[in-house]
């Protein structure tokens, strides 16, 4: 069935150093993806999105690209912040509007 | 612009007691309508969807139910809450796969 794995957290790094968060699907036709980021004790809120092969997402600093060939909406950032610190969670959305979510993947920075 | 609204923030009720959580969009008409259940340091579980008036689907059985009075109210409810249904619940609503979800600001249950 229709799926996304993220890589495990929680990831733990120094401040300015490089993110990546690996997010792959499972899915027919031609989905959108998003990444979604959520701080404590709040809700989840739309960090950046693609909804084409090849697209890429931005926003923040953060980047994805939309790879058809290896299913994959991978999550980078050039030098994280602590205040970048919360879950980000990877999802999918198909023709019925639903999104499929992946884990979620916790994000610890330290100064 | 749209906006959704959920409530209340926080709720501390005690096992066997009823449950209702209600969830409001502005700005938009005839969006689907989604309700998500976060336990402690996990992902999230879709327990109902909503693409109109009266239409709910279910995704898991469990101890809650779900309603769309109106275009843009939802509203999950329990008649006798468990221990297990103590959670952080997220209301989102969309317009179209392109589109994504906006969520609330989630409602904290502790079921003591």
């Known amino acids: 069935g229709n799926s996304v794995t993220q890589m495990e957290g929680p990831v733990t790094l120094s401040e300015e150093a490089f993110l990546t968060i690996n997010c792959t699907y499972t899915a027919t036709g031609y989905p959108s993806l998003f990444w979604y980021v959520q701080y404590p004790g709040e809700g989840l809120q739309l960090l950046l999105k693609?909804?084409?092969?090849?697209d890429k997402g931005s926003n923040k600093g953060f980047e994805a690209t939309y790879r058809k060939e290896t299913t994959s909406f991978h999550l980078e950032k050039g030098s994280v912040q602590v205040s970048d610190s919360a879950v980000y969670f990877c999802?999918?959305?198909?023709?019925?509007?639903?999104?499929?979510f992946g884990q979620g993947t916790t994000l610890q920075v330290k100064p | 612009s749209q906006t959704i609204h959920q409530w209340p923030a926080t709720l501390v009720q005690p096992v066997g007691s009823p449950l209702s959580l209600e969830c409001t969009v502005e700005g938009t008409s005839n969006p689907n309508l989604y309700w998500y259940r976060q336990a402690a340091g996990r992902g999230l579980q879709l327990l109902f969807y909503?693409?109109?008036?009266?239409?709910i689907s279910s995704e898991v059985p469990q101890n809650l139910s779900a309603s769309r009075p109106q275009d843009r109210q939802f509203i999950l409810s329990s008649k006798k809450l468990l221990l297990s249904d103590s959670g952080f619940y997220l209301c989102a609503w969309s317009l179209d796969r392109v589109y994504g979800y906006t969520f609330g600001s989630g409602t904290r249950l502790t079921v003591v």
């Open positions: 909503s693409v109109g008036i009266g239409q």
């Open positions: 999802a999918w959305g198909g023709n019925t509007g639903k999104l499929i």
């Open positions: 693609a909804t084409k092969a090849d």
